[in-house]
């Protein structure tokens, strides 16, 4: 059987249990721009003077930095650092080039903040806009940790650590060393160990990226990321904790970006390919906030699994018994509750997405693939009820059309 997906509205943070605190629709953290592109940081009037100039210079720092790593200068780039910092900076600026950064605007979110017990070390909490290989994209943003020590007046930077507060969780580059190959619309990064795997993921996510670029809702992506994650990543990489059938997932980082990561552990050879393209539609087709209402979650996952079939016929569709399995259960028949638990059986994760599926399958047949694609942007982007969008895209009423989806379901299943 075919590993299914990780739901992507958990790993948009709309499950509470996986970020702590975590509320709908606020998993993604993007901080609009000040007019020369940079992140906009904390208030001008917190912290004292004094505190307020020293994180002045501390960012000069690393604005010295960004332009060292955007130039190519190792050298550059760790001379702001203390020598014990620069074995783990070395290691960033490598990652970072081989994934072609072309933007690094770093800003202080609020001022410095005394290191207790250390005197003389300061804390200070950045937001960082970057982009890869398009040097005129809108920046994704991360939250990282910095730490500095005072030399005089001149701040030398001690530590630079993911932010605890980034919901989204630590990005790959940030912890380990990777290997890219790059494409005219995707990058594929693994770890060193996994380098002779690139060229093949490289190829395939290209042929994704095309299927994509079809359902996407305004223009797609300017570059699709994936990484291909080993049993160490898997576990770390955007925070880890998914569910053990969980084969790849896309996550929001900002700047109309979501990055996908895919399980090395579960994926079987010959089902990469499908699982790329449903991936990469999530990153194509959804809005930079994720969506909020659980009751959609059909709807973006039967886009996404419907991309991911690229038009073979619907008998062909191997989760059809799982759908068979859950229309003779305990499913009341209603699209906005077909969505999978956590702990879900194999069985049940994929007989939901397989009602999806066909949902989204019996649309498209019916109305054709641009006026599903309207109707996604209504209920997924403008957040719209079904019921609102149908009338006005489809012109028939929901409560016939989802009544219609449902019975082709049934009817499709067997």
């Not at 403008?382 to 989806?405: I, K, N, T, Y």
């Amino acid at each position: 059987m075919r590993k299914r997906r990780w739901p992507l509205w958990t790993a948009l943070g709309l499950a509470l249990g996986l970020v702590a605190g975590a509320v709908p629709g606020v998993l993604l953290r993007e901080l609009a721009p000040d007019a020369a592109g940079r992140p906009a940081a904390g208030p001008a009037h917190r912290g004292t003077a004094a505190e307020r100039q020293l994180a002045e210079r501390m960012v000069g720092q690393l604005d010295r930095q960004a332009a060292a790593l955007l130039g190519g200068d190792r050298t550059g780039f760790l001379a702001v650092a203390e020598p014990a910092a620069r074995p783990t900076l070395t290691k960033r600026y490598a990652a970072l080039r081989a994934l072609r950064v072309s933007v690094w605007r770093p800003a202080a979110d609020g001022v410095p903040v005394a290191v207790d017990g250390r005197p003389g070390e300061w804390r200070l909490t950045v937001t960082v806009g970057y982009c890869f290989v398009v040097p005129g994209c809108a920046p994704s943003t991360t939250g990282l940790g910095t730490r500095w020590r005072l030399v005089g007046e001149q701040p030398r930077l001690l530590a630079v650590e993911p932010s605890r507060t980034d919901p989204t969780g630590v990005r790959p580059w940030a912890v380990n060393d990777l290997a890219v190959a790059v494409g005219k619309r995707a990058l594929v990064a693994t770890t060193p160990a996994q380098r002779a795997k690139l060229p093949g993921l490289l190829a395939q996510a290209e042929a994704a990226a095309r299927v994509a670029d079809r359902y996407a809702v305004g223009p797609p992506p300017d570059r699709y990321l994936v990484y291909y994650a080993g049993k160490a990543e898997w576990q770390r990489w955007y925070g880890g904790g998914r569910p053990k059938w969980t084969a790849g997932y896309a996550v929001g980082v900002g700047g109309g970006r979501h990055d996908v990561v895919l399980n090395a552990q579960s994926l079987a050879p010959g089902g990469v390919d499908d699982l790329l393209r449903h991936e990469l539609t999530h990153a194509s087709s959804l809005p930079d906030q994720g969506y909020a209402d659980h009751a959609d979650w059909w709807l973006v996952e039967g886009l996404a699994e419907y991309a991911g079939t690229d038009g073979q016929p619907v008998d062909r569709y191997d989760g059809l018994a799982e759908v068979r399995k859950l229309v003779r259960g305990d499913w009341a028949g209603r699209l906005d509750a077909v969505a999978p638990a956590d702990d879900a059986t194999d069985d049940r994760v994929g007989g939901a997405y397989g009602v999806g599926y066909l949902a989204v399958r019996h649309l498209v047949d019916r109305y054709g693939e641009q006026r599903v694609l309207d109707f996604f942007r209504a209920v997924v982007h403008q957040r719209r009820s079904p019921a609102e969008a149908a009338d006005e895209v489809f012109g028939d009423p929901w409560s016939m059309l989802h009544d219609d989806c449902v019975a082709y379901v049934r009817s499709a299943a067997g």
